[in-house]
């Protein structure tokens, strides 16, 4: 990487980064990468979404390529493989300088291989970076970076960044277990979602005030944060202000299930997860939050 960000007093490279999708997760983590003193460039699809980061100092771009031209680090925050793929190679012509690519969204294991075969062909160093965590710890940047890389070296030029957006990046040994991981976190996680609903659910349909199972739940060995938040978000119906879109998640669980099947699983649970989200979505609850599919359970019950 070059040294034309070296600032004097510290003599540690500060790297311009330019982020690609400036969507919930994207915006959030370009604020903690300009908060972090780094050189921010920005772009998206629909410019007016990245135009609020000019006041952090981001240059906001019209193009993929305007956005890495000079750029050391390209952090990719898309919707899905496909649209990945398509906008690295609309950003092509600005890869002259070799920057290196963290790519953060969730893709099936051999999405990530095949992600990084791209990053060979467009002659840039590859850094597959799945993120755990949702719309507050990428506002807080308390992100998880689950990691790993073809290039030993690239591990060190993106450490600001990573430091900038998570609290915590775990290293992997190769390309492809990262994205093994998320799939396999977030079947616990949408699985625990669902479990909620439907907890909520029984209990109201026998005659028990559900906020008593949250209130049974807290304390016990089975609590965690994420209960004492999903569960009374649902019984509140505070589910339209999204902190992880349930088309997303629907989007999530066709990994999952693709994912286990071509390894030969059936995952009885996270099958029937996949057909709840995305009867949910379905339904016109894609763009709320996933927490949403309470709804669907208690529609179900009645």
Same mark, same amino acid.
């Not at 604020?31 to 006041?55: D, F, H, K, M, Q």
């Given at each position: 990487?070059?040294?034309?960000?070296?600032?004097?007093?510290?003599?540690?490279?500060?790297?311009?980064?330019?982020?690609?999708?400036?969507?919930?997760?994207?915006?959030?983590?370009?604020?903690?990468?300009?908060?972090?003193?780094?050189?921010?460039?920005?772009?998206?699809?629909?410019?007016? %979404?990245?135009?609020? *980061?000019? !006041? $952090?100092?981001?240059? %906001?771009?019209?193009?993929?390529?305007?956005?890495?031209?000079? &750029?050391?680090?390209?952090?990719?925050?898309?919707?899905?493989?496909?649209?990945?793929? +398509?906008?690295?190679?609309?950003?092509?012509?600005?890869? +002259?300088?070799?920057?290196?690519?963290?790519?953060?969204?969730?893709?099936?294991?051999?999405?990530?291989?095949?992600?990084?075969?791209?990053?060979?062909?467009?002659?840039? @160093?590859?850094?597959?970076?799945?993120?755990?965590?949702?719309?507050?710890?990428?506002?807080? /940047?308390?992100?998880? %970076?689950?990691?790993?890389?073809?290039?030993? !070296?690239?591990?060190?030029?993106?450490?600001?960044?990573?430091?900038?957006? /998570?609290?915590?990046?775990?290293?992997?040994?190769?390309?492809?277990?990262?994205?093994?991981?998320?799939?396999?976190?977030?079947?616990? $996680?949408?699985?625990?979602? !669902?479990?909620?609903?439907?907890?909520?659910?029984? @209990?109201?349909?026998? /005659?028990?005030?559900?906020?008593?199972?949250?209130?049974?739940?807290?304390?016990?060995?089975?609590?965690?944060?994420?209960?004492?938040?999903?569960?009374?978000?649902?019984?509140?119906?505070?589910? +339209?202000?999204?902190?992880?879109?349930?088309? @997303?998640?629907?989007?999530? &669980?066709? *990994?999952?299930?693709?994912?286990?099947?071509?390894?030969?699983?059936?995952?009885?649970?996270?099958?029937?997860?996949?057909?709840? *989200?995305?009867?949910?979505? +379905?339904?016109? *609850?894609?763009?709320?939050? $996933?927490?949403?599919?309470?709804?669907?359970?208690?529609?179900?019950?009645?």
């Amino acid at each position: 990487m070059s040294g034309r960000n070296r600032t004097p007093s510290s003599g540690q490279e500060r790297p311009v980064v330019a982020v690609l999708g400036t969507g919930t997760m994207g915006e959030a983590m370009a604020r903690n990468i300009a908060a972090a003193g780094l050189g921010l460039r920005a772009w998206n699809r629909n410019r007016a %979404v990245a135009e609020p *980061l000019a !006041e $952090v100092g981001a240059e %906001v771009c019209g193009t993929p390529a305007e956005a890495c031209r000079g &750029a050391d680090v390209v952090l990719t925050a898309l919707a899905n493989e496909k649209v990945v793929a +398509d906008v690295m190679d609309q950003a092509r012509d600005g890869l +002259d300088d070799h920057p290196v690519w963290v790519q953060t969204c969730t893709v099936s294991p051999d999405g990530g291989r095949r992600l990084a075969e791209q990053a060979t062909r467009l002659d840039v @160093a590859y850094v597959e970076a799945p993120l755990l965590g949702t719309k507050e710890p990428a506002a807080a /940047g308390t992100l998880t %970076v689950l990691a790993a890389s073809p290039q030993q !070296e690239a591990r060190e030029e993106v450490r600001p960044v990573l430091e900038a957006v /998570g609290s915590r990046t775990v290293w992997l040994d190769e390309v492809g277990q990262p994205s093994s991981l998320k799939l396999a976190y977030n079947a616990w $996680v949408l699985t625990t979602v !669902e479990g909620i609903a439907e907890s909520l659910t029984l @209990a109201d349909a026998l /005659g028990v005030d559900p906020h008593l199972v949250i209130d049974v739940i807290d304390g016990s060995g089975l609590n965690s944060p994420y209960v004492q938040s999903k569960g009374p978000r649902m019984l509140d119906d505070d589910l +339209d202000t999204p902190s992880f879109p349930l088309e @997303a998640a629907a989007k999530d &669980a066709d *990994l999952i299930t693709d994912t286990a099947r071509a390894a030969g699983l059936h995952l009885g649970i996270a099958e029937v997860v996949d057909e709840r *989200l995305h009867l949910a979505a +379905d339904g016109g *609850l894609g763009r709320a939050d $996933v927490a949403a599919t309470y709804r669907t359970s208690r529609q179900a019950a009645s």
